[in-house]
Structures are given as C-alpha cells and as structure tokens.
C-alpha cells in the first residue's frame, strides 16, 4: 500500500489552532477507526498522541485533539506552544493484519 | 517503568545477514504484541513486522518478506529480528515496539495491537558495500 498524504510542513504562531490532515483511501483510513497519531522529536523515537480516532493516551495534554471524516483523519493543536514543534505521523489500520504510516508532517511554531 | 533496548545494530554488506534483539523489562512481555517499525534517514516511518503474543503468528510488509523473520524468547523477554539478503534500501533506525492493545492479553481488535504505545530507542541498520 501507498503511504498516507500529510502535507510536508505546517506552521503557525503561538496559541492559535492548527490542523494536519492524513488521508488514504477506502481501504485504511476510510475503512477502519483505527487511526494513530505519533510526535517525534529529531533524533528522539516516536510518542503515541492519539488512538482510536480521538482517544489521548495518559498524560498527553487535552489541547491535541483528534478527528476523522471519510478518508481523511485530522489531527488538531487547540492553543499551539513552543515544545509542540516536531514531526508528526499519522498512521492507520490497513487491513490483513498491516499497518501503513504518512509521509509525515513538521510542524513549525513561529 | 516500561523499557525497550535494542541491541545489534551495525554496518552490513548488501546481501549479508544480522539479528537485532530487542530487552523488554516493566510490563508483562508474554502478553502483548510485539513489532518492528524501521524509519530510513530523514524518511518517515515503516512497520517491519509484528508477533503474537505466544509466537504462532508472524505478519510482515511486503517488501520484508521472505527475508526478514521476528521471533520472540518470553521467557528472557527478548524480541528478535532476523535479516538476511539485506539490501541497501534497509537502511534505516529500526525500533522495537509494543502493541498497545485493548487492555485483555487476547481477544483485541487487531487494529488495537498497531497501537505503538512504547518505542525502543532505537538500532541503526546501515547496508553498504
């Protein structure tokens, strides 16, 4: 399977709203609510951030939220801070026991 | 404290073969699955392979198979990755993690255990002649 499309880069200034898209096809993200989200800071191994669509794991802050519509998963930062600046992927269930990854997103807070 | 250390990491010529192992400690390893997901240098990330708790299923990406095998010890808490005919394009950092899952040992949706909930910090692979 093809990777998911996330746009390469984001930005935008302290405290304001950004959203990054994730979008596959019918048979991944459109198919399964199954869609993950992971930060990764460089050189650092990867965080879960959310799971099961919306879902936080414990101790992710409730300003990274999560969302999905069709094909496309959403992953949103309400009130943008410094220390959110980092990369960050996407992924989803892709049926017979895979699982397919975006391309990957940095986000760039001014 | 849930930990994950790879070990086995190195420079191999294309064709030739390596074992990462992979040291579980803080959480109950017999009952959960285990993956590998690799990222090549400045690329993004890519699931390798995956084991069932009790080693009777394996899943791999295409483009591994045949040629990569996981494996698992419970009772050391080891996980493994065996690579042979290894190729220039597996160059990458491959890191051992664990399924989230559901919360039961078994009985988890299967998207549930793509859930990667604790990440090594990583074995670089570089293949080059």
């Known amino acids: 399977q093809s990777a998911l499309t996330q746009p390469r880069s984001v930005s935008g200034s302290p405290g304001q709203s950004v959203t990054i898209s994730c979008t596959g096809t019918?048979?991944?993200?459109?198919?399964?609510?199954?869609v993950s989200w992971y930060q990764q800071y460089p050189g650092k191994a990867p965080k879960l951030m959310i799971y099961d669509v919306t879902k936080r794991p414990s101790g992710v802050p409730d300003r990274f939220s999560g969302s999905k519509s069709g094909n496309t998963a959403s992953l949103t930062f309400s009130g943008l801070q410094a220390e959110d600046e980092a990369d960050y992927y996407c992924s989803s269930y892709a049926g017979n026991y895979a699982v397919i990854f975006g391309g990957g997103t940095k986000l760039t807070v001014l | 404290e849930v930990q994950l250390v790879e070990s086995g990491g190195g420079v191999v010529q294309p064709g030739g073969s390596l074992r990462l192992s992979c040291a579980a400690s803080?959480?109950?390893?017999?009952?959960?699955?285990m993956s590998w997901v690799r990222q090549a240098p400045g690329k993004g990330l890519e699931w390798v392979a995956n084991i069932k708790q009790d080693a009777d299923e394996q899943y791999y990406v295409d483009s591994v198979k045949g040629r990569f095998t996981v494996s698992r010890d419970n009772t050391y808490n080891l996980l493994y990755l065996h690579m042979s005919s290894l190729r220039v394009e597996d160059t990458a950092v491959y890191y051992c993690?664990?399924?989230?899952?559901?919360?039961?040992?078994?009985?988890?949706?299967?998207?549930?255990?793509?859930?990667?909930?604790?990440w090594g910090q990583g074995a670089l692979i570089t293949v080059s002649s």
């Open positions: 803080g959480f109950t390893f017999r009952s959960y699955w």
């Open positions: 993690v664990r399924g989230k899952g559901c919360g039961h040992t078994y009985g988890c949706p299967v998207g549930t255990l793509y859930y990667f909930d604790y």
């Open positions: 019918n048979s991944d993200v459109g198919g399964y609510n199954y």
